[in-house]
């Protein structure tokens, strides 16, 4: 697609629910990351994906959460048990590749989900 | 332990004025240093970045920002700014050499009035 696609944009569940969030990256994109962004701070990364291995997870906060991208393609992240401190906007980003030089590849980001938990 | 600091939660600056956004890092080696801004119920969108070379780098929508190794910062500016700039501004570094495992700042409110 023209762009980072993710669903759902909102999502509220109560606390102890498994939840499911999608990433549908920029086609041709294989680094693909998740980034959660809480109400007044910046971005914090979680975890990244060079084509259908995650390469780097941690930043992942417990074992609660889990991402997986089979295909390498979409990538969903998983999280079991929900807390009321997982709420944040959670965020997807891909760009063209990684390492070296393209370390300073531009990342797109989509616009979020918003998950609550009550 | 590698951080971005944005000291201002808020800057506001009239139509038609310069405006400065600030940042400093604490990275080792060599980062490669980002701007972002975040309108509402939007993903974060490219401004500009820094790697090597010219230490002032220009972007999108006549943005700006000038790295200063010695200061550790990377402050953005533009000349004249537009109602239109008003929006969230993010700063992040990358650790360099591998892959974007981005460091954000908390992030600056910019308010430009009429």
């Known amino acids: 697609g023209a762009g980072v696609s993710q669903t759902p944009s909102n999502k509220v569940t109560e606390k102890g629910k498994y939840v499911e969030l999608r990433c549908d990256p920029i086609?041709?994109?294989?680094?693909l990351y998740w980034y959660r962004q809480s109400l007044g701070q910046g971005p914090e990364f979680l975890i990244y994906?060079?084509?259908?291995?995650?390469?780097?997870d941690s930043g992942l906060p417990n074992d609660r959460f889990f991402a997986v991208r089979p295909e390498g393609s979409v990538s969903t992240l998983k999280i079991q048990r929900t807390e009321r401190g997982d709420s944040a906007v959670y965020l997807c980003?891909?760009?063209?590749?990684?390492?070296?030089?393209?370390?300073?590849?531009?990342?797109?980001f989509g616009a979020g989900s918003r998950l609550t938990v009550l | 332990a590698q951080s971005v600091a944005q000291p201002e939660d808020q800057v506001n600056v009239a139509e038609g004025n310069p405006l400065t956004v600030k940042c400093t890092y604490s990275?080792?080696?060599?980062?490669?240093l980002f701007w972002y801004v975040q309108y509402p119920n939007r993903g974060l969108q490219f401004l500009l970045k820094y790697i090597t070379g010219d230490n002032l780098v220009k972007g999108s929508y006549g943005f700006e920002a000038e790295f200063n190794k010695s200061q550790t910062s990377f402050h953005l500016k533009k000349p004249s700014a537009l109602v239109s700039d008003s929006a969230l501004y993010f700063c992040a570094v990358s650790p360099g050499g591998g892959y974007n495992k981005l460091i954000f700042g908390a992030g600056t409110r910019l308010a430009v009035h009429p």
């Open positions: 980003a891909s760009s063209l590749t990684s390492g070296g030089i393209s370390g300073a590849n531009v990342l797109t």
């Open positions: 990275v080792s080696g060599n980062p490669y």
């Open positions: 994906f060079q084509g259908t291995g995650a390469a780097d």
């Open positions: 086609s041709g994109h294989t680094a």
